[in-house]
C-alpha cells in the first residue's frame, strides 16, 4: 500500500511525501528545507523528484542537494534551478529509473517552464500517478491504484474573479494555458482505466478561484473512490 503525506499544496509551495513501506520520497521541494525538516528526516528519504524549475516547486531542491539527497528532474528543470553536482540526476522522458523499491517512468506535461514533467510510479501491484501544473494529460494510463492530480480552479468561480475583476483577463489566460482546472481533471479522470483505482488526491487548489467542497463531490461522483483535497 502507498502512503501519501502533504507537506504543502498551493501556489505558495508544494511538496509531498510519499512511501511504499520501504522506501520514502519527496515529490516536489517547493517549500523551506526548514519546512521540509519539520516533516520527514531528510537521511530517511531515497530521494526527491521535481516536476519543473518554478520556485514553488522546487525553492528547497539545491538545500536537498547539499544535505546528500538525490534529485531527479529533466535537463530544462536543471538548467532553470541551477542544480548541479553528481545528487543531480537528469532523467528523461518516457525513460525508466530505479529508485530504491520505486520505478519510475517520467512523462512530458504542458506548462510555462522548461520541460515539465510528470511521474507514474509503481511498486509492487501500485502504480501512482502523479501530475501537476500542466494545461491537460496526453497520455493514459492502466492499472493506477492511486491518482495525485492537479485541480487548480472551478470555471464558475474563476469567471466570477475575471468579471468582479480580482482575476486579469491576462491571469486567466495563464491559467487554462498552464494549469488544469475541475473540467480537464474530471475529462482525464472519466478517460483512464479505473478498475483498480483506491483513491485520488487533488493538488494545488488555487486560494480564490476553487471551491474545492464541489471539486470533491464532483470528482467523488466521478471516479467512486475516496477523494482528498491536498490543502496548506
Same mark, same amino acid.
Given at each position: 500500500?502507498? &502512503?501519501?503525506? #502533504?507537506?504543502?499544496?498551493? %501556489?505558495?509551495?508544494?511538496?509531498?511525501?510519499?512511501?511504499?513501506?520501504?522506501? /520514502?520520497? +519527496?515529490?516536489?521541494? !517547493?517549500?523551506?528545507?526548514? *519546512?521540509? *525538516?519539520?516533516?520527514?528526516?531528510?537521511? @530517511? =528519504?531515497?530521494?526527491? +523528484?521535481? %516536476?519543473?524549475?518554478?520556485?514553488?516547486? /522546487?525553492?528547497?531542491?539545491?538545500?536537498?542537494?547539499?544535505?546528500? $539527497?538525490?534529485?531527479?528532474? %529533466?535537463?530544462?528543470?536543471? !538548467?532553470?534551478?541551477?542544480? #548541479?553536482?553528481?545528487? $543531480?540526476?537528469?532523467?528523461?522522458?518516457?525513460?525508466?529509473?530505479?529508485?530504491?523499491?520505486?520505478? $519510475?517512468?517520467?512523462?512530458?506535461?504542458?506548462?510555462?517552464?522548461?520541460?515539465?514533467? !510528470?511521474?507514474?510510479?509503481? /511498486?509492487?501491484? &501500485?502504480?501512482? =500517478?502523479?501530475? #501537476?501544473? @500542466?494545461?491537460?494529460?496526453r497520455n493514459r494510463f492502466k492499472g493506477l491504484s492511486n491518482i495525485m492530480i492537479e485541480c487548480n480552479y472551478n470555471d464558475d468561480v474563476l469567471a466570477s474573479n475575471v468579471q468582479g475583476g480580482a482575476v486579469s483577463l491576462q491571469q486567466k489566460k495563464r491559467l487554462l494555458f498552464s494549469h488544469m482546472g475541475l473540467a480537464q481533471t474530471l475529462e482525464?479522470? *472519466?478517460?483512464?482505466?479505473? %478498475?483498480?483505482? *483506491?483513491?485520488?488526491?487533488?493538488?494545488?487548489? /488555487?486560494?480564490?478561484?476553487? &471551491? $474545492?467542497?464541489?471539486?470533491?463531490?464532483?470528482?467523488?461522483?466521478?471516479? !467512486?473512490?475516496?477523494?482528498?483535497?491536498?490543502?496548506?
Open positions: 500500500m502507498i &502512503d501519501i503525506k #502533504t507537506i504543502a499544496s498551493s %501556489s505558495a509551495g508544494n511538496c509531498y511525501l510519499i512511501s511504499d513501506g520501504k522506501t /520514502s520520497l +519527496l515529490l516536489e521541494a !517547493g517549500v523551506r528545507v526548514s *519546512r521540509l *525538516r519539520q516533516s520527514v528526516n531528510l537521511s @530517511t =528519504l531515497a530521494g526527491c +523528484l521535481c %516536476s519543473h524549475g518554478h520556485k514553488d516547486h /522546487s525553492k528547497a531542491v539545491p538545500d536537498l542537494i547539499k544535505a546528500a $539527497v538525490d534529485c531527479y528532474m %529533466s535537463a530544462g528543470t536543471a !538548467g532553470e534551478i541551477g542544480a #548541479t553536482g553528481h545528487r $543531480v540526476h537528469l532523467i528523461k522522458a518516457g525513460e525508466q529509473v530505479k529508485i530504491g523499491t520505486w520505478t $519510475v517512468v517520467p512523462f512530458d506535461t504542458i506548462h510555462d517552464a522548461a520541460e515539465p514533467f !510528470g511521474f507514474l510510479l509503481a /511498486s509492487g501491484d &501500485d502504480k501512482l =500517478l502523479f501530475a #501537476t501544473d @500542466t494545461a491537460y494529460i482525464f479522470l *472519466r478517460e483512464t482505466d479505473r %478498475s483498480r483505482l *483506491r483513491e485520488v488526491w487533488l493538488l494545488h487548489a /488555487s486560494s480564490g478561484n476553487s &471551491d $474545492v467542497a464541489e471539486m470533491r463531490r464532483q470528482v467523488q461522483g466521478a471516479v !467512486g473512490v475516496p477523494v482528498y483535497i491536498c490543502d496548506e
